[in-house]
């Protein structure tokens, strides 16, 4: 992998991590398309670089993560969030290897962004009359069976945010409450799998941990910096777009792009390829 190649991964990722549409399937298909060589430090570069994205998430909403002015409602938060990753943890550690396992055939990624397309397309109809307006209002409750929504998303071209923010909506949030909820739920579901990739992981061919990866040479190490700075910026500003698009249209316009990419990528992988 060349540092152009690290590039466009980088912008996929910080691109498509929030928005409901798969930034597996995107990752995929733009390994593919560019003919870049699945080894372990390309594995593990496109996890990695979801640090960047974890970081955009805490820089926009840092007064949600660091205000302790009132202690209870940080306790709270907090007491939410990791109550709702838990069954991802747990979910993540057993399934790890079916999971890698699928990421070897895109046909059944392509499958379900369509069907998850389909879905998005019925979403805002189907839960009309939301209850909750703000995190604040989320019970414990209603976090953790969000998590387990969350859970969904191990299946790759599921779309960890699409489900989070159906699981929301099914709960009674809001569009908008369900994606911040999705946003800040994020943070230590893709931190787990961030650590865990990088400092406990030993990766199948080269028997090595992620960070003895990355310190292997001095290119993966530019690539690994490069990649986490990217995926920052580009998340920032795709965070503050998706909040605008589903105030105004709601989740149509991406159930009808996962159609319309889902069909490309299963005739690409099935008669181009």
Not at 194 to 215: M, N
Not at 251 to 256: A, E
């Amino acid at each position: 992998m060349t540092l152009l190649q690290a590039f466009l991964i980088a912008v996929i990722e910080g691109l498509t991590e929030y928005l409901p549409v798969s930034s597996t399937a995107h990752m995929i298909f733009t390994s593919s398309y560019f003919g870049i060589q699945e080894d372990d430090f390309v594995k593990l570069f496109q996890v990695s670089i979801q640090f960047g994205a974890i970081l955009a998430v805490v820089v926009l909403y840092w007064k949600k993560f660091f205000d302790f002015s009132t202690p209870k409602t940080a306790i709270n938060f907090y007491i939410k969030l990791a109550s709702a990753v838990v069954p991802a943890l747990v979910l993540g550690k057993l399934f790890d290897d079916k999971i890698e396992a699928v990421l070897g055939d895109p046909i059944p990624i392509a499958i379900v962004l369509i069907l998850g397309g389909i879905i998005l397309l019925f979403i805002d109809s189907r839960f009309r009359n939301p209850t909750v307006h703000q995190e604040q209002d989320i019970t414990v409750k209603k976090a953790v069976t969000i998590g387990f929504w969350q859970c969904l998303a191990m299946m790759p071209g599921t779309s960890r945010s699409a489900a989070s923010i159906i699981g929301g909506m099914q709960q009674g949030l809001t569009r908008h409450a369900a994606a911040e909820f999705s946003f800040f739920l994020a943070v230590p579901t893709m931190l787990a799998v961030t650590c865990y990739s990088l400092f406990l992981k030993t990766y199948e061919v080269s028997q090595l941990k992620g960070y003895e990866l990355i310190l292997k040479s001095d290119e993966n190490i530019k690539m690994f910096l490069l990649g986490n700075v990217i995926a920052f910026i580009v998340a920032l500003l795709a965070i503050k777009f998706f909040i605008e698009i589903i105030k105004k249209f709601g989740f149509k316009p991406w159930g009808w792009y996962r159609i319309i990419v889902g069909t490309f990528l299963l005739i690409y992988f099935t008669y181009l390829k």
